[in-house]
């Protein structure tokens, strides 16, 4: 189904969603080994502005931060109306962990602008409810926020030399007020689990988008006949070529080129995928085959060489850097004697 410009080609739910949108799935989430969560719920959904690559993996991991803050909703405020409830408070270091693996002057700026993109995007939400006694349908429209107020607080020192002002980037507070409704999704459970690491080994160009799109496909055949495979086809129409990213093209065999391309990359890079390519079956489709079941995909992307420790593991040790956070964590100590 063909869908206006303003829905961004968005698809109906029986058909291939946005990479960032999912509908309600079953299983455990525990069972995925993976450190962050994208959105969105049931419905169509649209959005007032794409989301690039490295917007997805912000928004993931302030997803990440909510739903460890709120494991399940609090009984004080179950519906999350508090703005308090759904605040989510981090660092720019532990930020720039999750989404880059890395930190450095550059980083901290495009998390920045990031930030600022994502405040200032709306999401479309369609949901159609069905009364099959009544043969009815009751359709709601909403608007509503990725992100409410941002605020970014950081300390002022006596401090000189560029390397001195680097080596606070890491310690600017930060507090990202999630959307009410976006936050209910979370909370919720109707999310898609994205491995960042994997994401950013992928990078931001066109198989980083197929892959998303792939991990919150929620159309998967029966499995394979020794059950360790699933396979999908996913027709390339108008509503898939909008998700996929590949719309632009103005020739279908371009885009398909493309796509083929992408799909080379995602099975070199996730040990979870078979198969990843253009197919002409009843049409020409995108055929994709994997594992079966979260668990046996995170099993396979464990030891995979991608798989980032973190900063402070994956990198020496700055002594300026720790020296001058200290610094900071004594002067707003409150227990700290002040000097004369």
Known sequence: MAQSRRWQGQAPRGSLLHP???????????DEAFVARCLLGAGWVGGSRRLSM???????ALCALLREQLPTPPAEDPMLGHIDTRTVHTTGYQLAERVYGDDG???????RRSLIRLRGATVVVHIVERDPELAAERITDGYVALLGDLWLAR??????????????????SLRAEVGH?????????????????????????????????????GCWPQPSI????????????????Q?????HYDRGRDARRALDRAGQRIVAVDPAYELVRCERRAGWCLVVRRLRGSRARAQARAGASWRSPGIAAGR?????????????RDSLDPARPKPL
């Open 155 to 172: 300390t002022r020192l006596e401090l000189h030399t560029p390397r001195e002002w680097g080596a606070l980037k890491g310690t600017t």
């Open 20 to 30: 960032v949108w999912e509908p309600v799935t079953s299983g455990d989430p525990a």
């Open 105 to 111: 002057g550059k980083n901290y700026r495009l998390l």
């Open 226 to 241: 020794d059950g360790s495979c699933e396979e999908t086809a996913i027709g390339l129409g108008e509503p898939a070529c």
């Open 54 to 60: 490295l917007d997805l993996r912000v928004w993931a």
């Open 316 to 328: 020496r040790e700055r002594p300026l850097r720790a020296e001058v956070r200290a610094q900071v």
């Open 243 to 247: 998700s996929l990213g590949v719309a």
């Open 181 to 217: 409704w976006t936050a209910q999704q979370i909370v919720a459970g109707r999310t898609t689990w994205l491995d960042l690491d994997l994401l950013r080994e992928l990078g931001t160009g066109l198989s980083a988008r197929t892959w998303a799109a792939l991990e919150a496909w």
